[in-house]
């Protein structure tokens, strides 16, 4: 059986999961998380414009952290926010991949840093063994 004439518009417009086709250029966008400042964070996907990737953008002191749709001239940029009437300064990580901004820059530390540690302990367990 084939498909009724009626049914082609919704097999042209399916494109990949979580990708839009933008009305304007036929392009696919980005959907990226998105949440504020505030903690904690709730992330929300978001379709992104046409100039834009996903990003994550961690303040200097650590402690802020902004998700969501970056413009790609900004990535290389350092960035500043006000929140809370206190200024900071940003560090942009951004990627371009559907909905890769869900861990934070400190989370993606501290595995490496947690495998080393564990490392360290388990030489330290080790070489204590064969002291005895």
């Known amino acids: 059986s084939s498909l009724s004439p009626a049914c082609w518009p919704l097999l042209i ?6 990708l839009t086709t933008s009305p304007t250029r036929g392009r696919l966008r980005l959907r990226c998380y998105t949440c ?30 902004r998700k969501g749709c970056l413009p790609r001239a900004q990535c290389p ?6 929140y ?16 890769c901004n869900t861990a934070t820059a400190l989370q993606r530390l501290s595995s490496p840093l947690l495998a080393a540690l564990l490392l360290l302990v388990a030489s330290f367990t080790w070489g204590a063994h064969l002291l005895h």
């Open 36 to 65: 504020s400042f505030a903690k904690p964070c709730y992330p929300v996907p978001t379709e992104c414009q046409d100039d834009e990737v996903c990003g994550i953008s961690i303040g200097t002191s650590g402690r802020t952290l």
């Open 84 to 99: 809370w009437s206190r200024s900071y300064a940003l560090q942009h990580h951004c990627c371009e991949q559907n909905l």
């Open 77 to 82: 940029l350092q960035g500043h926010a006000t």
């Open 13 to 18: 417009s399916s494109d990949a999961p979580g």
